[in-house]
């Protein structure tokens, strides 16, 4: 029996590994190559073990690397969208659902409804510690744009309003303390001009 | 205080991103390229959740994760080194262990020690959460070369037995029924000709 449920982890392994080769919007610091959800998924993980105790006590930390370990493995089936995609989001947001449902499959119980599960809260951004995934989700483009003079807002016309009104809300929400770091430095990052310009910014 | 904090733990993330051009021997399974450490730590991270129960039940799988999103950040200054490397292994572990201590020093206080004393828990291998790691780490390889036609193996010269004395003793403490998985598909994979031809296999 255990040889079976290993079996199917393993496929599981197998399938999200092409989380490898989803590429995002932000790329590596050193880097000119775009990086990819699986690069980005560890990243997330370890800004959440380093900030663990500017999050709210309530905050579960096992839950919250749980939850980033598998909030992008949907996009095995569906690529990344940057965040600042204005139509499609609930089409998109279903099909990463159906995604979800189908790679999670692969899994044996008690993970295939335990992760199915945490990427269910992840997304609805509701529960202390959805609420602090998030904040680090929506924070880390924007502390690789800070370092890289605004790389992904540029290329994708993404203006200072813009990013205000998208990450400031989830980041203050799950993580305070963040967000009274990054506001100065986004504004500082305006007047230097690392913001796109479409006519919303 | 917080900010000055953030600040410092803004500077790790930066740091630690150069793990995203640090590249392995294994390839991701549908591309040309190597896989790089980044990745590689969010992959055995989330064997660790999917495996949790096939762990000695002692073990505290937040510490498992944690440990297993630090593991590899010293080779932002040493690179990686294939665990078949049969020279300098000594003086490899030791300016890892120099990297930790500045790549975490950029860290304020508790993170600093406690992510420091997480890489060395983990390298002792002694702990049962280390023990758990270790096995995963030393199973994700293997795992992907047993879905490409042992392409690691075969392009660094590695053998049978290498691979069999070299990895079984770690997976078979660390994880037993996943070593009772893998055992039948290793030779399997030898009577393939899955593995490099040095004169020690």
Chains 1, 2 share one sequence.
Not at 52 to 81: C, N, Y
């Amino acid at each position: 029996m255990s040889a079976a449920s290993i079996e199917q982890i393993v496929a599981f392994i197998r399938e999200t590994d092409q989380l490898k080769g989803i590429t995002r919007k932000d790329k590596p610091l050193g880097e000119e190559r775009f990086e990819n959800s699986a690069e980005h998924s560890w990243q997330v993980a370890l800004m959440a073990i380093s900030l663990a105790r500017f999050a709210d006590p309530a905050v579960d930390l096992l839950r919250v690397l749980k939850m980033l370990l598998v909030h992008d493995i949907g996009e095995v089936d569906t690529g990344d969208t940057i965040v600042y995609a204005e139509e499609g989001w609930d089409e998109l947001k279903a099909a990463e659902s159906r995604a979800i449902v189908r790679i999670c499959g692969l899994l044996p119980e008690p993970q295939r409804t335990e992760f199915t599960e945490l990427w269910r809260e992840f997304e609805a951004a509701m529960s202390p510690e959805a609420r602090f995934a998030h904040a680090l989700d929506r924070a880390i483009p924007a502390l690789l744009n800070l370092a890289r003079d605004g790389q992904s807002w540029v290329e994708n016309g993404i203006g200072y309003r813009q990013v205000i009104a998208r990450i400031g809300p989830p980041i203050r929400a799950g993580c305070p303390a963040l967000w009274d770091y990054l506001e100065p430095r986004l504004a500082a990052a305006q007047a230097q001009g690392w913001f796109g310009s479409k006519p919303t910014s």
